[in-house]
């Protein structure tokens, strides 16, 4: 049993957790997003610089009653697509700068969570109060410094669409606009006014998920206390799992409230993600508990010696029980349809560990009612698994989560009962349907950008067709409205860079303000010690459980800016410059002309660049996907006693349903 749990261990390693969040986040927050809408935009800017050459006339007949906001000349619309052009032009150039400056500072998060950690290890409780602070101090600085180069990028989109969509709506109301095109103008603008609305949202999303992490983290913090406080002492085995169920629930916690924040979709009037996402974030405990029911059964047999506890004369049952009811009363009043399954976990329990509770004492029972009993055991341990498979496929959480530095420790001297060998079992099955469903949300995010790409080019295609004095009103239009559209895409994506940045400071605060002083308050106290794993450790172990997942998150944009960077480099910056020297022409020049072919050709290329690279990113990430599970099927096949066909079906059939289900209906809501 030791090496399964080993081998599980050596497959939990920070790094490891780190590429799988990556991999599992990247068809949902990848770079290509930011990039594919670039070299359209970037032409269809240079195409409004060659319009502005053109016939001339005011848009100032009916003005709006408190001024134009935005437009600056307003006699004049040649010079309003001119301001277009080059707020376009300033954006593009600031996006590219200010992505790189997050590059760089994301890239030494890793190095202060490292610093934090080996703090964090000391013994001495005055030391991490002294040196700790620093090491947060300096995520939050980063978090906050990228934070507001995030916000500066998205306003200088901003300032475009709200120009675009200004001039479009000052041309309705001179009366340039008629008929269909007119529709299509208005329905337009509304989808932008709609897409703000979205966006302010997703930020109050952000801001409630905050105060839900200080909520969960405080109720975390009083489990512990109330589960430890009244368990007796020698429970060791039984006292880490709890710990251990606890622990992982507040991975979950931190998970959730990244996914929340990720999130791209509205949410739905009928369903809380706040609810769903505390629901979910009870998979890790429930699951533990459960196995420390499972714990006492070894074969055919229940230990009723393992369960009933002769010294102080109570059920080791009895305690898992009281840990149910409280899951169970934690969830009551949430408002979603997740939380009846928990009901069904928790009341399933509850019978089995009061029955067990009863026998417990003299362990007298027929073969008939013991067998009952281990079926039932059993079907607990099937329940709860498939509900951590659903909550993984929820959050876009690995199924190998590293645990905190000491309570690794700590749990090294636990041995290892038969359940560790179905949860290793188990997660190779997660991993393999986790890994497809991946590997199938990378292959539809590769066909939406392909189908975004098709649609912005459309466009350029007729534009292109023509000769700039054969250019009509009515196709300057509609070139317009697709700026809008193309510009709203750009701004989409730093709107959640933003947000994950808002991600990390909203967890570096709540651990400086929160876990941190509560680890004073406990460093002060003389507890009673009834684990080797104290009320110390664990406060340690909640701080470090924060800065990592911050620098996970910071990680994942480390990532994601650092292919930008390269990919605007490469393809964009080029003709960000060429947009200038454009914009800097006298239209009647010969260079305008030679300029604008090309800015036309190099956006054309970028494009395909850009295409090509999005292709082959997606190759190598199926097979890095398919490299991590041969890696976890290897490692854990080398050490599990072989598995019937019957058990690995049935084990492979609940997991992909708890993907599958997920994905096609609340992941579609949620993820």
């Given at each position: 049993m030791t090496e399964v749990v080993k081998s599980v261990q050596s497959l939990c390693k920070i790094e490891d957790f780190r590429e799988d969040t990556k991999k599992i986040m990247q068809p949902y927050a990848n770079w290509e997003k930011f990039l594919v809408p670039g070299p359209v935009s970037i032409a269809i800017l240079g195409e409004l610089v060659c319009i502005s050459s053109d016939v001339d006339f005011s848009i100032n007949k009916n003005p709006p009653s408190g001024g134009f906001q935005f437009i600056k000349y307003p006699e004049s619309f040649r010079a309003c697509l001119m301001q277009v052009a080059n707020s376009g032009w300033a954006a593009f150039n600031e996006a590219h700068k200010n992505m790189d400056q997050i590059r760089l500072h994301t890239a030494s998060v890793p190095g202060y969570v490292t610093m934090a950690a080996k703090i964090l290890l000391q013994d001495n409780d005055e030391l991490v109060q002294t040196l700790l602070p620093d090491q947060l101090e300096n995520i939050a600085t980063i978090s906050k410094q990228c934070t507001d180069l995030a916000k500066n990028t998205e306003k200088k989109f901003n300032i475009v669409i709200n120009?675009?969509?200004?001039?479009?709506?000052?041309?309705?109301?001179?009366?340039?606009?008629?008929?269909?095109?007119?529709?299509?103008?208005?329905?337009?603008?509304?989808?932008?006014?709609?897409?703000?609305?979205?966006?302010?949202?997703?930020?109050?999303?952000?801001?409630?998920?905050?105060?839900?992490?200080?909520?969960?983290?405080?109720?975390?913090?009083?489990?512990?206390?109330?589960?430890?406080?009244?368990?007796?002492?020698?429970?060791?085995?039984?006292?880490?799992?709890?710990?251990?169920?606890?622990?992982?629930?507040?991975?979950?916690?931190?998970?959730?409230?990244?996914?929340?924040?990720?999130?791209?979709?509205?949410?739905?009037?009928?369903?809380?993600?706040?609810?769903?996402?505390n629901v979910f974030s009870k998979s890790g405990q429930l699951l533990k508990y459960a196995q420390s029911v499972r714990d006492f059964v070894h074969g055919n047999k229940i230990s009723w010696s393992d369960i009933y506890d002769q010294q102080s004369e109570k059920s080791k049952t009895a305690f898992l029980k009281e840990q149910f009811e409280q899951i169970q009363k934690e969830v009551k009043d949430e408002s979603c349809r997740e939380k009846e399954l928990v009901a069904n976990i928790c009341t399933k329990a509850v019978e089995l560990c009061a029955e067990l509770t009863k026998i417990a004492p003299t362990g007298k029972y027929d073969d008939a009612k013991t067998k009952e009993l281990i079926s039932g055991i059993q079907d607990l341990f099937m329940q709860t698994h498939e509900f951590d498979s659903k909550s993984k496929s929820f959050s876009n959480t690995p199924v190998f989560t590293p645990q905190p530095p000491l309570l690794s420790k700590s749990s090294e001297k636990k041995g290892a009962g038969e359940a560790a060998v179905e949860n290793a079992r188990f997660r190779i099955e997660q991993s393999r349907a986790q890994l497809e469903k991946m590997r199938e949300a990378q292959k539809q995010s590769l066909e939406n950008l392909e189908k975004n790409q098709k649609e912005l080019t459309e466009i350029l295609i007729t534009l292109r067709s023509c000769e700039v004095k054969e250019i009509d009103f009515t196709t300057t239009i509609k070139m317009l409205v697709k700026g809008l559209d193309a510009m709203g895409r750009v701004k989409e994506q730093w709107e959640k860079m933003v947000r994950f940045f808002q991600m990390i400071s909203s967890i570096i605060e709540t651990c400086l303000s929160t876990s941190l002083n509560n680890f004073v308050k406990t460093s002060e106290k003389s507890l009673e010690k009834k684990l080797s794993y104290d009320t110390r450790m664990f406060q340690k172990d909640l701080i470090y459980q924060q800065a990592f997942h911050a620098s996970n998150v910071a990680s994942l944009v480390?990532?994601?800016?650092?292919?930008?960077?390269?990919?605007?480099?490469?393809?964009?910056?080029?003709?960000?410059?060429?947009?200038?020297?454009?914009?800097?022409?006298?239209?009647?020049?010969?260079?305008?002309?030679?300029?604008?072919?090309?800015?036309?050709?190099?956006?054309?290329?970028?494009?395909?660049?850009i295409k090509t690279l999005v292709s082959e990113n997606c190759e190598t990430y199926d097979k890095k996907t398919k490299q991590r599970f041969e890696t976890i099927q290897r490692e854990l096949n080398a050490v599990l006693p072989p598995a019937s066909e019957k058990e690995t079906e049935k084990l492979r059939s609940i997991t992909a349903a708890a993907f599958k289900d997920l994905s096609t209906d609340d992941a579609n809501q949620f993820c």
């Open positions: 120009l675009i969509q200004e001039l479009l709506e000052a041309c309705v109301n001179a009366k340039k606009i008629y008929g269909d095109e007119l529709e299509e103008v208005q329905r337009n603008i509304e989808a932008a006014k709609e897409k703000k609305k979205a966006s302010d949202k997703a930020n109050e999303r952000a801001t409630k998920a905050y105060e839900e992490l200080n909520k969960h983290l405080e109720e975390a913090q009083n489990t512990y206390n109330t589960a430890i406080n009244s368990m007796p002492s020698g429970w060791e085995v039984l006292g880490m799992n709890i710990v251990e169920g606890i622990v992982q629930g507040i991975t979950g916690i931190i998970a959730q409230c990244t996914t929340i924040i990720g999130s791209d979709k509205r949410e739905d009037e009928n369903k809380n993600i706040f609810a769903t996402s480390n990532m994601i800016s650092g292919t930008y960077v390269e990919i605007s480099e490469k393809h964009l910056m080029d003709r960000v410059s060429s947009l200038g020297k454009l914009m800097a022409l006298n239209p009647k020049s010969e260079g305008f002309v030679s300029e604008r072919l090309k800015l036309q050709k190099g956006c054309d290329e970028a494009q395909e660049a």
